[in-house]
């Protein structure tokens, strides 16, 4: 299992081989850049938070090269049948970024920009957010690159069950264990749990998470994403002394995690006074009636045209006045243009990747907390996590005892931050990301180096 060519550059050292011979091949390889094979610009973002927190933990070059660049990524291509009876071939990947905490456990997803460096970028956070909330996971990510707005429910079930038995040779319940990410859910995953079980001739219900709950999922998953970002609000605005009611919110996407922190924050009394999806946003200072909403995007599928509210941008969304901006929707949306007009005190981040450090950087300037993605977002993958040991065990947990579970985990793992954040003088996603690597590496040190 290799990852693919390394772009230009690797280009450049096949062509040598032709001329020089093996050692100027090694040569030529030796010139690539750290991460040429992932080179992306997430991947490059990814690099860029993890550099940070190494240099404040002042973590030796062994260690960081071994964190850097993912341990195994796998791409496949692979034909699928469309219902017109053409055929259409598909690139799908798997990254595995570690193998020494455990199992890896990451999402895979949908869309026309799936490539190999976004799955590497999100590979390595998911090391970091399972390492920061405790659990005993690596971090992976996988994805088909397809636009599925414009698959039919055959055409999808058709990709989703052909990339599982294309990557059945590295994920199993011990080795990988894929769960939901964009556009992907309970469906795919259901599919998804038959191709492998009918592979192996026998159900494996704990081969992903995010299933319906007949076939083994657990209460609670569809909504722990969105639930976690939640808590972790509640938690800096505890530490703050102040109300949740009292908080204007933007929500940038509404699908599964944005959908379920608009609801679950209308529920504590916060005022939402904008929400956006891929067709652009709808706002209302004084607060959206969220059950019309929820109703208007039950009939028409997207925010867009909803009768009482004005009608805003995609991007213009993220500039709305509000003391909490919460991006649930795609990477690098808040980026060194549009930071200087974001109009809220805190950011904290439901979506994975969507503050670049460039970004970053002019929102400390300005006073804006970003609460970052390994921690705010966290709750799908712990909740993930529960799902995996009740199939391990055979057994089902209620759901008032996994909201209990989660809102102690994502606590703990608030205050670890919290604690880290005075304790090395930085900014929340330092301080999350430093607390992530320590434990990583302790676990690499105890492990030393095979052979
Ligand atoms: P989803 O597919 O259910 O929803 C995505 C939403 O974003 C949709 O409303 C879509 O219309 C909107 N959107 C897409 N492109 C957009 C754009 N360019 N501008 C504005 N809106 C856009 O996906 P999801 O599961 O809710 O995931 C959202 C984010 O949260 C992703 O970054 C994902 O990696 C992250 N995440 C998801 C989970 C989970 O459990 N689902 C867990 C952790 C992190």
């Given at each position: 299992m290799g990852a693919n060519g390394g772009g230009a550059n690797g280009a450049r050292a096949l062509d040598r081989r032709g001329t020089g011979g093996w050692e100027s091949v090694l040569e030529a390889e030796r010139a690539l850049s750290p991460g040429a094979e992932w080179q992306s610009e997430l991947y490059r973002v990814a690099v860029d938070q993890f550099r940070r927190a190494a240099d404040v933990l002042e973590l030796e070059p062994e260690i960081r090269a071994r964190l850097l660049e993912p341990r195994r990524s796998l791409v496949v291509n692979f034909p699928v049948r469309l219902d017109d009876g053409e055929v259409q071939s598909f690139t799908g990947y798997r990254v595995q970024h570690t193998l020494t905490m455990g199992p890896m456990k990451g999402g895979f997803r949908y869309g026309p920009g799936v490539s190999l460096g976004e799955c590497a970028a999100l590979a390595m956070w998911m090391t970091f957010k399972c390492a920061l909330v405790g659990l005993p996971f690596g971090g992976a990510k996988g994805g088909v690159r397809c636009d599925p707005n414009r698959l039919s429910e055959g055409e999808l079930e058709r990709i989703t069950r052909r990339y599982a038995s294309e990557i059945f040779?590295?994920?199993?319940?011990?080795r990988d264990i894929p769960a939901p990410d964009i556009a992907t859910g309970e469906r795919e995953m259901a599919w998804f749990m038959d191709t492998y079980s009918q592979q192996v001739g026998h159900p494996v219900?704990?081969?992903?998470?995010?299933?319906?709950l007949v076939l083994g999922g657990t209460e609670g998953r569809d909504i722990a994403t969105g639930l976690g970002v939640v808590y972790c609000v509640e938690e800096l605005l505890a530490t703050l002394d102040q109300?949740?009611?009292?908080q204007r919110v933007v929500v940038q996407g509404f699908g599964n995690v944005g959908a379920t922190v608009v609801r679950e924050m209308a529920e504590r009394g916060a005022t939402i006074v904008g929400v956006s999806d891929v067709t652009g946003g709808v706002v209302d200072p004084n607060g959206l009636d969220i059950g019309a909403l929820d109703e208007w995007v039950k009939a028409?599928?997207?925010?867009?045209?909803?009768?009482y509210a004005t009608g805003v941008s995609r991007l213009e969304i993220l500039e709305q006045p509000c003391d909490i901006l919460v991006?649930?929707?795609?990477?690098?949306?808040?980026?060194e243009e549009n930071a200087a007009r974001i109009d809220a005190r805190w950011i904290v981040e439901g979506?994975?990747?969507?503050?670049t450090p460039e970004a970053d950087e002019i929102l400390a300037r300005r006073g804006i907390d970003v609460i970052p993605d390994v921690l705010a977002n966290a709750g799908g993958v712990t909740v993930s996590y529960f799902e995996w040991v009740q199939d391990q065990q055979k057994l089902a947990w209620q759901g008032a005892e996994v909201a209990a579970r989660l809102r102690m985990q994502l606590d703990d793992a608030f205050a670890r931050v919290s604690e880290a954040r005075e304790r090395l003088g930085t900014d929340w996603r330092t301080a999350a990301q430093a607390v992530a690597i320590e434990r990583v590496a302790d676990a690499s040190r105890l492990r030393t180096i095979y052979p």
């Open positions: 040779p590295i994920i199993g319940p011990d219900p704990e081969i992903v998470t995010g299933k319906p109300a949740v009611a009292d028409n599928r997207f925010v867009r045209d909803f009768p991006p649930a929707a795609v990477e690098q949306q808040i980026t979506a994975n990747g969507p503050t």
